[in-house]
T-cell receptor
């Protein structure tokens, strides 16, 4: 069964602290994504990757870094967390080709920066 | 500028009733359109994907239409159940591969009451 697992599911951080959100997929997908979801907005793309060792900037990359050390794992790193980064973060993995319908999301990581 | 607009923002229906959710978009090119269901505190789960210029899909009690000329899609839910309570999100993809940009609507919150 397709699976995307995020950790931690909930995190409280202090301003200026470092936060790492982790994502693991067992779908053998090349493509992985990090989004944030804020009330009243659609999901917004932060970083994405098309394979191990690659990371690309999405639409709102400022303040975030990403790391893809392996096919299965994709991390989102906040080196200096700020309150504006309080949000729910979603990881997704996708195969190539639309008609396969292969796009799976994790259950989200709720981050609160105080 | 928001490129994917969903209406209504929220909707309350009685169990057993039918409902229709709307999605209008300005994304160009519009390669495909997906509908997702998001339960509270959970990730997004794909319901259907539409690809053709004028397309229709059916997935159990869910059916969807797409008209690329009008840049408009609908999601119909027949004989609603309490478990249909969720946010429904319309997503437009601008390419055929998963690496294309995905443009997310803010969602329609559906509440099904007994």
């Amino acid at each position: 069964e397709a699976a995307v697992t995020q950790s931690p599911r909930n995190k409280v951080a202090v301003t200026g602290g470092k936060v790492t959100l982790s994502c693991n997929q067992t779908n053998n997908h090349n493509n992985m994504y990090w989004y944030r979801q804020d009330t009243g907005h659609g999901l917004r793309l932060i970083h994405y990757s098309y394979g191990a060792g690659s990371t690309e900037k999405g639409d709102i990359p400022d303040g975030y870094k990403a790391s893809r050390p392996s096919q299965e794992n994709f991390s989102l790193i906040l080196e200096l967390a700020t309150p504006s980064q309080t949000s729910v973060y979603f990881c997704a993995s996708g195969g190539t080709g639309v008609n396969t319908g292969q796009l799976y999301f994790g259950e989200g990581s709720k981050l609160t920066v105080l | 500028k928001t490129q994917v607009e969903q209406s209504p923002q929220s909707l309350v229906v009685r169990q057993g009733e039918n409902c229709v959710l709307q999605c209008n978009y300005s994304v160009t090119p519009d390669n495909h359109l997906r509908w997702f269901k998001q339960d509270t505190g959970k990730g997004l789960v794909s319901l259907t994907v539409l690809v053709d210029q004028k397309d229709k899909t059916s997935n159990g009690r869910y059916s969807a239409t797409l008209d690329k000329d009008a840049k408009h899609s609908t999601l119909h839910i027949t004989a609603t159940l309490l478990d249909d309570t969720a946010t429904y999100i319309c997503v437009v993809g601008d390419r055929g591969s998963a690496l294309g940009r995905l443009h997310f609507g803010a969602g329609t919150q559906l509440i099904v009451i007994p």
